[in-house]
C-alpha cells in the first residue's frame, strides 16, 4: 500500500525546516549505506546527530505525531529520526531496497514503513522522481513541497537522477502496530471510510460499527 498525504507540512513548518537546515554540513550519503546499496546511491545527507538536522527533523516528527492520516497509515510503534537528503545536479539513488532491520539510540527497530518527506518543490527541480517496482508495475511519485509518501519498507524503489535544481527531503523508517500490509490496509481503508461519514454526518450506527471493526481488528492484530 502507497499511501501519499498532501497537506503533512503547511508553509510555516516547511519554511522552519528550510531555515533549520541552511547551516547544514552536507555529506557524501555513501556513508550511510551498505552493500550493493553504497554502489546506487549518489546524494548528500546531514549527520544525524548534527544540531541542523534534530531541529529540522522535530519540526516534521511534530506534525506527523499530529496528522490524523499519517496515524491512520502508520499505526507507528517506533519512528526513526528523520533524514534530510539532498540530491543536485547529475546526483540519484538506483534500484534499491531499505534495510529490514535499522539501530536505534534504544535498540534495533524492524522496518516495516518507509517515509518520505519533499521539502522542496517539485517546480525547483527536473528528473528525481521516486519510483517504485512492484508486481503492480511501475509506480512514480513526483511530490509537491509539504507532501509525503508512505510505502512497505519493502519495495524495490530508486530516485531517478536530478537533471537540474536541487531535490530536497527528508526519510524516515517506521515500525508498526501492525507488521502485515494488508492487515494495515484493512484497518486504514475502515478508518477512511468511517471518517468520511463522520464529515457527512452519515447515519450514527453504520460508522459506529465501522469503527468498532477497525478497533476489534487492531486489539487482534497489534503487536506491543
Not at 6 to 27: E, F, I, K, N, Y
Not at 201 to 208: L, P, V
Request: glycine share 8%; net charge neutral; with cysteine.
Amino acid at each position: 500500500m502507497i499511501v501519499t498525504l498532501p497537506d503533512l507540512l503547511d508553509q510555516a513548518t516547511l519554511q522552519g525546516v528550510r531555515s533549520a537546515l541552511a547551516p547544514a554540513p552536507w555529506q557524501d550519503g555513501k556513508d550511510s549505506a551498505r552493500g550493493r546499496a553504497r554502489e546506487a546511491k549518489n546524494n548528500l545527507v546531514v549527520p544525524l546527530e548534527h544540531a541542523t538536522s534534530v531541529a529540522a527533523g522535530r519540526l516534521v516528527l511534530e506534525r506527523l505525531s499530529q496528522h490524523e492520516g499519517f496515524k491512520a497509515a502508520a499505526l507507528p510503534k517506533v519512528i526513526m529520526p528523520l533524514k534530510f537528503c539532498r540530491y543536485d545536479s547529475g546526483m540519484g539513488y538506483g534500484d534499491h531496497l531499505d534495510l529490514p532491520l535499522m539501530g536505534t539510540a534504544t535498540g534495533g527497530i524492524r522496518t516495516d514503513i518507509s517515509v518520505t518527506v519533499f521539502v522542496s518543490d517539485s517546480a525547483d527541480y527536473t528528473g528525481g522522481d521516486l519510483v517504485f517496482e512492484s508486481e503492480y508495475g511501475t509506480q512514480r511519485v513526483r511530490g509537491n513541497a509539504g507532501q509525503a509518501v508512505l510505502y512497505p519498507a519493502s519495495t524495490l524503489h530508486r530516485v531517478e537522477p536530478v537533471s537540474s535544481g536541487t531535490r530536497l527531503v527528508a526519510i524516515t523508517w517506521i515500525q508498526s502496530l501492525i507488521r502485515d500490509p494488508a492487515r494495515r490496509k484493512i484497518i486504514f481503508d475502515l478508518a477512511q471510510v468511517a471518517t468520511s461519514l463522520d464529515a457527512q454526518a452519515a447515519d450514527d450506527t453504520n460508522t459506529r460499527v465501522l469503527r468498532q471493526t477497525q478497533f476489534n481488528l487492531l486489539r487482534m492484530w497489534a503487536e506491543q
